[in-house]
C-alpha cells in the first residue's frame, strides 16, 4: 500500500487553502497543485479512514490491537511499500495463511488453548519447539521471527502440512478445554448448536462495518449471528471487539447504532 502524502489528502488543505506551516505553501495560501505534499502533512479525515481500513493485515492488525501507535503505523507502511520486511507475530501469519486460528492449532497440536495463547504472547518454549515444528511443517527458526518476506516459505510449508494432515478430520476432535468453551460461548451469545461450534474457533476479532478486510466462515458466522440478534432489537451492529483470554474465556464488546 503507497502512502499517498499530498494536499488532497492532507488535514490542512481546507477547502483549497492551505491551513498549515508546511514547506511548500505559507499559512493561508491558496494550494495551486494539490498533488505535492510537504513536511507538515497529516491524514484528513477520509484519507485516515481509508488507510486505517486497507493498510495490509500485518500493519491494520497490530493497530487496531493497539500495539503500536499511529506514528508506527505510518512508518510502517511506509516501509512496506518499499518492499522492507516487517516482522509478524508466526501465529498470526499462520492464521492467514494456512486458515487456521489458535482455537484450531491447540486442537491439531494436541495442547490446550493456555499454551498457545501464551506461545503467541512470549514465544514458543523450547520444549515444544521441535513437536510444533514438525507438526506444522515449518523451519523452527521461524518460530522465532518471521517477516514478511517470509511469506511465500511459509505458503510452501503449508502445502507440505497438507500432505500429511487431513485438517478436517483433525478438527472433528474436542478435547475438554473446547468442550467448555462452546458452551461458554453459547451461554454468551445464545446461539444454536450449529453457530456456536463455528464461533468457538475464533480466538479474537477485532471487526468495524467499514472495513474491507474479507473473513473466514467462522468469524462471517459470529458477525452475522450479532447483526442478526441487532437486528431483532431495531439496532445495527457498527463495531464487535471479540477475543478469547488465556483462560479461554470469550470477552465481547459491541457498538450498536439504533435504527429508526
Not at 502512502?3 to 505559507?26: A, M, P, W
Not at 495490509?56 to 503505523?73: A, G, L, Q, T, V
Request: charged share 25%; aromatic share 10%; net charge negative.
Amino acid at each position: 500500500m503507497y502512502l499517498s502524502k499530498q494536499c488532497r489528502t492532507c488535514e490542512f488543505d481546507f477547502s483549497g487553502i492551505c491551513v498549515g506551516h508546511g514547506n511548500v505553501y505559507k499559512y493561508g495560501e491558496t494550494i495551486m497543485d494539490n498533488s505535492i505534499g510537504c513536511d507538515a502533512w497529516g491524514a484528513n479525515v477520509d484519507y485516515f479512514t481509508e488507510i486505517t481500513t486497507q493498510a495490509p493485515w500485518y500493519i491494520k492488525e497490530s493497530y487496531d490491537d493497539s500495539k503500536i501507535d499511529y506514528s508506527k503505523f505510518l512508518k510502517l507502511i511506509e516501509a512496506d511499500a518499499d518492499g522492507q520486511a516487517i516482522e509478524v507475530n508466526i501465529f498470526d501469519a499462520i492464521q492467514k495463511i494456512y486458515g487456521l486460528s489458535l482455537v484450531d492449532l491447540a486442537v491439531i497440536l494436541d495442547v490446550s488453548f493456555g499454551v498457545m495463547h501464551k506461545a503467541r504472547s512470549v514465544g514458543v518454549p523450547i520444549k515444544r519447539l521441535s513437536h510444533f515444528s514438525q507438526k506444522l511443517c515449518i523451519p523452527a527458526s521461524l518460530f522465532q521471527t518471521v517477516t514478511t518476506h517470509n511469506f511465500n516459505e511459509l505458503e510452501m510449508c503449508k502445502c507440505e502440512f497438507k500432505k500429511h494432515e487431513d485438517i478436517d478430520q483433525a478438527l472433528q476432535s474436542i478435547p475438554n478445554w473446547k468442550r467448555n468453551l462452546i458452551v461458554e460461548v453459547t451461554n454468551c451469545l445464545h446461539c444454536p448448536v450449529h453457530v456456536d461450534r463455528k464461533i468457538s474457533c475464533v480466538d479474537k476479532l477485532n471487526w468495524k462495518k467499514e472495513n474491507t478486510s474479507a473473513l473466514n466462515n467462522n468469524e462471517r458466522a459470529l458477525i452475522n449471528f450479532v447483526e442478526k440478534t441487532g437486528k431483532e432489537a431495531k439496532q445495527s451492529l457498527l463495531a464487535l471487539e471479540y477475543k478469547l483470554d488465556i483462560g479461554c474465556h470469550p470477552n465481547m464488546h459491541m457498538t450498536f447504532k439504533n435504527d429508526k
